[in-house]
């Protein structure tokens, strides 16, 4: 499936659970930090099977947030490639990303 179709589904699912109308942006921010902390630990351990579900679930509650926010993801989501994508240059060995000015 593909990004999109996926997107769709989750929506669909935070729906019929009633997350998207019930659900409030700071439950969804909150639950979106549990998640990205759990995928955190996944990295630490280097359990590749953890760290797919730990992106995955984020993607869930960042979706979620989104929507109970009034947003919608791929709105969000352009918004960050638009800030990032004229940025320049380059991540050093140390894993510090150095801007070209």
């Given at each position: 499936m593909n990004i999109d179709t996926l997107t769709k589904h989750i929506s669909q699912w935070g729906?019929?659970?009633?997350?998207?109308?019930?659900?409030?942006?700071?439950?969804?921010?909150?639950?979106?930090?549990?998640?990205?902390?759990?995928?955190?630990?996944?990295?630490?351990?280097?359990?590749?099977s953890e760290i797919i579900d730990g992106i995955g679930d984020v993607y869930v509650t960042l979706v979620m947030l989104a929507e109970t926010s009034g947003l919608d993801i791929a709105?969000?989501?352009?918004?960050?490639?638009?800030?990032?994508?004229?940025?320049?240059?380059?991540?050093?060995?140390?894993?510090?990303?150095?801007?070209e000015l």
């Amino acid at each position: 499936m593909n990004i999109d179709t996926l997107t769709k589904h989750i929506s669909q699912w935070g729906e019929d659970r009633g997350i998207t109308i019930n659900g409030k942006p700071l439950g969804q921010a909150g639950k979106m930090i549990e998640e990205a902390a759990e995928t955190l630990q996944a990295v630490i351990k280097g359990d590749k099977s953890e760290i797919i579900d730990g992106i995955g679930d984020v993607y869930v509650t960042l979706v979620m947030l989104a929507e109970t926010s009034g947003l919608d993801i791929a709105d969000c989501i352009e918004a960050a490639y638009e800030e990032i994508k004229d940025r320049k240059g380059f991540l050093d060995s140390n894993g510090v990303f150095h801007k070209e000015l």
